[in-house]
């Protein structure tokens, strides 16, 4: 089908339904009934589709019969006003398990069927019927003529007749509630004002105590539960009650329903477990089924949101005078109104809640942010002889992993460290604050730089969880006589990148830091440091894998190779624009993909 005639084609989907909308008001206003505007609703039928005649034929359950409702330029029409055809259940079954019949080419289950109304087919000039159903109900049907070849848009027919047959079902429906039971005017009345009341309500626990109630009283019933998917347990657990004589337990709190079907369950809870696994409606007559609550009869609906959050269950409806009364299909349809706005607002209240928990830790992130903000260098220390520049870009909500400083020791020289936890967000930023304050204290305690790595180890180790630990490389500066020791604790190595274009890694040093006892890492390797000589025009980078693991949109890194390559390139720069440089390298690198890591560089360069 050409793009035009797809555009006119959902123009005049939108325009019909529209039209049946405006129709539907009247019904539901009460100024019509399904009968008065059948023949409304046909005439927008056929200019919809394009189509030249048709009919509506309406179920009679009473004598199982559809009868002609309306119809538009069939051959003999007075022998279409007394057209009657009858049908028997399992036919009504097999119509509900149809979306559309080619009555040139029934399907099996109904071939007897169209075959034995043949002459009533002939008066209809049907070639096409559509069943009218809904929530398993059969209302009657669409009977169409004159239909295209098998074409695209024979096929486009056949879809707007899909969509056009489910609005006119809810019709049927609706108008056989008002012809049924003039009651249902006011009970439609109190679920819009129930459903406008529970909307309003962002408390979650009020909101279901506050559903329960309502359910109970719309359904005239005694009592009544919701209960919700336990997102963790996979169970269907109490979450509010109405007058429950719970029979299985002392308490209808200790009630939980697990949701996997293979599990053996009294026979009412595995009932109630159909309605949260199938999302279908059950109403259930029967005082056996009920007695388990202490009710005479139930009816359990699914409570949907974006998935099935639950199921909302009422028990015992009775009379004026005390009589126990049969739920019927009506007080199904009413019970899943309900339900799907209980959905909605128990998804509001929940997200609701959740904006404000996010509002909470987004105020203790910023907060956050402001503490590891003050925990990094405002400036490098002025060294003479040396230029020093370092930055930090934490992955998430100003709040990351990475750390990087410049402590004077007290001999004069000057530590510079980089150290990366495992992990991102608030728990590694916690971790961040422990290490700089274990390493502060170190440095004042002793010169030895493994021994700093084991006290390091041990207090890490003992105040984080057992799968977070850190990466560091700590390396001394004596800025008088360009001696540079460093010590590696399973940090990215960094490079010492000559003036001749050369490179040297700073690889010695341990594993890293928290990750095994003192008493197993002694027996594993000891940490070692090494010494080498800095000279004029020398350059040291450190970095975290956040540069050599950037990633581009091709699923490609950055890698060590880039690095070492740009490091060479840049290698006369002053330590700021090395550092600028090879910040914007992996910006650039990165594009369009999204950043995994925090990322954090310094470069100290001896002039």
């Known amino acids: 089908m050409q793009t035009a005639s797809i555009e006119q084609t959902m123009q005049r989907l939108i325009l019909g339904l529209s039209e049946i909308e405006e129709v539907g008001k009247a019904l539901v206003s009460g100024q019509s009934n399904f009968g008065a505007s059948s023949q409304t609703y046909l005439r927008i039928v056929l200019k919809t589709l394009q189509v030249t005649r048709g009919a509506i034929l309406r179920f009679n359950p009473a004598e199982s019969l559809l009868t002609l409702e309306s119809s538009i330029n069939i051959p003999d029409e007075s022998a279409g006003e007394s057209l009657v055809i009858p049908i028997t259940s399992n036919e009504i079954s097999a119509m509900l398990q149809s ?23 002939q008066v209809l000039s049907a070639t096409l019927w559509a069943p009218l159903k809904i929530h398993e109900e059969f209302l009657g049907v ?75 009283s719309l359904l005239d019933a005694n009592a009544g539960c919701l209960m ?135 105020a203790e992130m910023e907060e956050a942010a402001k503490i590891q903000e003050n925990l990094l260098p405002k400036a490098p220390p002025e060294i003479p002889g040396y230029e020093i520049a370092g930055m930090s870009l934490p992955h998430h909500d100003g709040v990351g992993g990475d750390y990087y400083g410049y402590i004077q020791e007290p001999d004069g020289s000057w530590g510079l460290v980089i150290a990366d936890i495992a992990g991102k967000g608030m728990q590694a930023a916690l971790l961040v604050a422990t290490l700089r304050a274990a390493l502060l204290s170190e440095v004042a305690r002793q010169a030895d730089l493994p021994a700093r790595a084991m006290a390091l180890n041990a207090l890490i180790r003992e105040s984080s969880p057992i799968d977070k630990y850190a990466t560091l490389c700590y390396t001394r500066l004596h800025p008088e006589t360009g001696k540079l020791t460093s010590l590696n604790a399973g940090h990215n190595s960094p490079l010492v990148i000559r003036q001749d274009g050369s490179i040297q890694r700073l690889e010695a040093g341990g594993l890293m830091i928290g990750m095994y006892p003192d008493d197993m890492l002694c027996r594993m390797l000891e940490y070692e440091d090494e010494t080498i000589q800095l000279y004029s025009g020398d350059t040291v980078l450190f970095y975290t894998d956040g540069v ?15 690095l070492e390559e740009l490091a060479k390139q840049l290698r006369h720069a002053d330590a700021d624009e090395i550092c600028a440089e090879i910040y914007n390298s992996t910006l650039e690198f990165q594009g369009e993909a999204q950043r995994f890591d925090d990322l954090t560089l310094m470069v100290l360069k001896k002039k």
């Open 142 to 216: 669409i009977s169409l003529g004159e239909l295209p070849d098998d074409s695209e848009d024979s096929r486009w027919t056949r879809e707007l007749l899909n969509v056009l047959a489910d609005r006119i079902s809810v019709a049927i429906a609706h108008s056989r509630s008002q012809e049924d039971m003039r009651a249902a005017k006011f009970r439609l009345f109190m679920l819009s004002d129930t459903t406008a009341q529970i909307a309003k309500l962002l408390d979650t626990e009020r909101l279901e105590e506050e559903v329960v109630n309502h359910a109970v």
């Open 228 to 362: 919700l998917i336990n997102p963790v347990t996979q169970q269907l657990e109490i979450r509010d009650s109405f007058a429950l004589d719970l029979q299985l337990s002392p308490s209808a709190e200790n009630l939980s329903i697990p949701l996997e079907i293979d599990q053996e369950i009294q026979s009412t809870l595995s009932i109630l477990r159909d309605v949260a696994v199938e999302g279908r409606t059950q109403i259930h007559n029967d005082r056996e089924i009920a007695a388990l609550f202490g009710g005479n009869n139930l009816i359990a609906s699914p409570v949907f949101g974006h998935e099935i959050l639950g199921i909302l269950v009422v028990f015992s409806k009775e009379g004026r005078a005390g009589i126990t009364l049969e739920f019927t299909d009506e007080d199904g349809i009413l019970l899943e109104a309900f339900a799907t706005q209980v959905g909605v607002a128990i998804e509001n209240a929940r997200l609701y809640q959740e904006a404000i928990e996010k509002r909470r830790l987004q």
């Open 99 to 121: 979306s559309l019949l080619d009555v040139s080419k029934p399907p099996t289950p109904l071939k007897s069927f169209l075959n034995a109304i043949q002459p009533q087919l």
């Open 548 to 562: 050599t693991e950037t990633v581009n949109i091709r699923d490609e890194m950055y890698e060590e190779e880039r």
